[in-house]
């Protein structure tokens, strides 16, 4: 396999059209790519970011997420293109809407479409502190913390800036996070999936990843096992009714003692800790 790790798909999934990656998100990228090598078979290359060698003939693509601006690194290079959904459709399941449309999972959460909407999902809690999330985002980005009693002129200008796009925004109480977790899969053209055992995440506190492990016998009680199978079944079946095929995971996180968030991300491409997760069922 020759991979493309365009780890920044969801920048290019968040403005189609032209895509070129940052000297700052390649810079991030390289950083990344020893923790990456989970993902790689012997024989397989890192094409991009890569080190310019030739490629050695007969390679098959693979991209962390087959955007247009991927398929197209994978085509310069002349390797076997990889079957992939459309841009249409991976921008419909990697948007926080095509999650928020499976049902809210944590209580108090909704979609706000515009400002009206996301003044009263605010209103219910206005001395609470909110956690506000961009239609796409990755590694942290594309959220805010807002505290709606408190609120800023540097948080109107990031909500106004936010619903001028007309994606809308997720809008979810903070809550502090006891056990962050995922369970992934890969969903084939015809609808069969495999599915892999769970993983248990260490993350920042903005959301991005530090490192991924395999859930320990017990670390998840056997109602979150079941309540995290569930959504991601659940996630599969709209993932195939909407057209996309490949790997994918649903992130969940365990709260306020022993409360329990099932299904807090979807996530239609690899991830950080797809391969542990998947490698445990080889």
Same mark, same amino acid.
């Given at each position: 396999m020759a991979?493309?790790?365009?780890?920044?798909?969801?920048?290019?999934?968040?403005?189609p059209g032209a895509h070129t990656p940052t000297a700052a998100m390649i810079a991030r990228i390289e950083s990344l790519l020893?923790?990456?090598?989970?993902?790689?078979?012997?024989?397989?290359?890192?094409?991009?970011?890569?080190?310019?060698?030739?490629?050695?003939?007969?390679?098959?693509?693979?991209?962390?997420?087959? +955007? &247009?601006?991927a398929l197209e690194?994978?085509? &310069?290079?002349?390797?076997e293109l990889p079957r992939a959904p459309t841009m249409e459709v991976l921008r419909t399941?990697?948007? &926080?809407?095509?999650?928020?449309?499976?049902?809210?999972?944590?209580?108090?959460?909704?979609?706000?479409?515009?400002?009206?909407?996301?003044?009263?999902?605010?209103?219910?809690?206005?001395?609470?502190?909110?956690?506000?999330?961009?239609?796409?985002?990755?590694?942290?980005?594309?959220?805010?913390k807002l505290r709606p009693s408190e609120r800023s002129a540097a948080d109107q200008s990031w909500i106004d800036a936010s619903l001028r796009t007309g994606e809308g925004l997720q809008v979810e109480p903070l809550v502090e996070r006891a056990l962050d977790c995922a369970l992934h899969g890969w969903l084939d053209e015809d609808g069969n999936v495999s599915f892999g055992r769970p993983t248990v995440q260490e993350v920042e506190e903005t959301g991005a990843w530090i490192s991924s492990r395999l859930a320990r016998e017990g670390e998840l009680t056997a +109602?979150?096992?079941?309540r995290l199978s569930a959504e991601v079944k659940r996630?599969?079946?709209?993932?195939?009714g909407a057209g996309?095929?490949?790997?994918?995971?649903?992130?969940?996180?365990?709260y306020r003692g022993e409360q329990f968030q099932p299904r807090s991300e979807i996530n239609a491409r690899y991830s950080m800790g797809w391969a542990t997760g998947m490698k445990s069922i080889e």
């Open positions: 991979w493309v790790f365009n780890l920044d798909a969801e920048d290019e999934l968040s403005h020893p923790r990456l090598t989970t993902l790689l078979q012997p024989g397989d290359r890192v094409l991009w970011p890569g080190d310019g060698a030739p490629l050695p003939p007969g390679m098959i693509g693979r991209a962390w997420c087959p +955007t &247009r601006w690194q994978l085509e &310069r290079a002349r390797v399941v990697n948007h &926080r809407r095509f999650n928020h449309q499976l049902g809210q999972t944590l209580p108090g959460a909704g979609y706000a479409e515009n400002a009206e909407e996301l003044e009263r999902l605010l209103s219910s809690a206005p001395n609470e502190t909110w956690l506000l999330k961009r239609p796409f985002g990755y590694a942290g980005r594309g959220r805010r +109602t979150e096992f079941e996630a599969a079946k709209a993932l195939h996309y095929f490949g790997p994918f995971g649903v992130d969940g996180f365990r």
